[in-house]
T-cell receptor, first 114, second 114 residues
Framework: NAGVTQTPKFQVLKTGQSMTLQCAQD?????MYWYRQDPGMGLRLIYY???????DKGEVPNGYNVSRLNKREFSLRLESAAPSQTSVYFC?????????????FGSGTQLSVL | SQKIEQNSEALNIQEGKTATLTCNYT??????LQWYRQDPGRGPVFLLL?????KEKRKERLKVTFDTTLKQSLFHITASQPADSATYLC?????????????FGPGTRLSVLP
């Protein structure tokens, strides 16, 4: 049972380059999320998808796009990378019991933009 | 403004002692609050959830309290061990978007010294 799988684990980009971060979950969860984590700032939500076919902006969506390809996969794209996007990116999916949700995270992608 | 604070960026304690981590929030009225553990190079892992009508919740050596009047949660690890060394994050449900989003604190890095 793999849980949430992210690729790649590490990536170095030059300013202006594009790339896509891949995420897949095998827990049959409806909701999926992309967060970024920066020192001293906690996890900040970039985009989320409440179900297949829907996506919504989070707290820090500028410079990113997402695709919910199917129920399992949720990708994050940087069209023109900037140094401010240097961060650790986490994909997550959530399990809901009534009004409560619990997040399951992938192991992260460390991205450096030079 | 809305924010979540965790008492300190880093906390060092001696093995066998009780570690107490604090999470304070302002301008939220969460239905529940969660605690996650994060090891270096890994994604956060869910530990405990406590609801607004619960004062205390326990799981093995872990205990969480939730005071909605003080807007504070305390996370205790009793009989701490070096294996408990990690960063601990609190997260709350901001009660908008019906629990689709979570708001995370910046985390406290706990080191348990042998």
């Amino acid at each position: 049972n793999a849980g949430v799988t992210q690729t790649p684990k590490f990536q170095v980009l030059k300013t202006g380059q594009s790339m896509t971060l891949q995420c897949a979950q095998d827990m049959n969860h409806n909701s999926m999320y992309w967060y970024r984590q920066d020192p001293g700032m906690g996890l900040r939500l970039i985009y989320y998808s409440a179900s297949e076919g829907t996506t919504d902006k989070g707290e820090v969506p500028n410079g990113y796009n997402v695709s919910r390809l199917n129920k399992r996969e949720f990708s994050l794209r940087l069209e023109s990378a900037a140094p401010s996007q240097t961060s650790v990116y986490f994909c997550a999916s959530s399990e809901r019991w009534g009004a409560e949700e619990k997040l399951f995270f992938g192991s992260g992608t460390q991205l450096s933009v030079l | 403004s809305q924010k979540i604070e965790q008492n300190s960026e880093a906390l060092n304690i001696q093995e066998g002692k009780t570690a107490t981590l604090t999470c304070n929030y302002t301008n939220y009225s969460p239905a529940y609050l969660q605690w996650y553990r994060q090891d270096p190079g890994r994604g956060p892992v869910f530990l405990l959830l406590i609801r607004e009508n619960e004062k205390e919740k326990r799981k093995e050596r872990l205990k969480v309290t939730f005071d909605t009047t003080l807007k504070q949660s305390l996370f205790h690890i009793t009989a701490s061990q070096p294996a408990d060394s990690a960063t601990y994050l609190c997260a709350l449900d901001p009660r908008d978007n019906y629990g689709q989003n979570f708001v995370f604190g910046p985390g406290t890095r706990l080191s348990v010294l042998p």
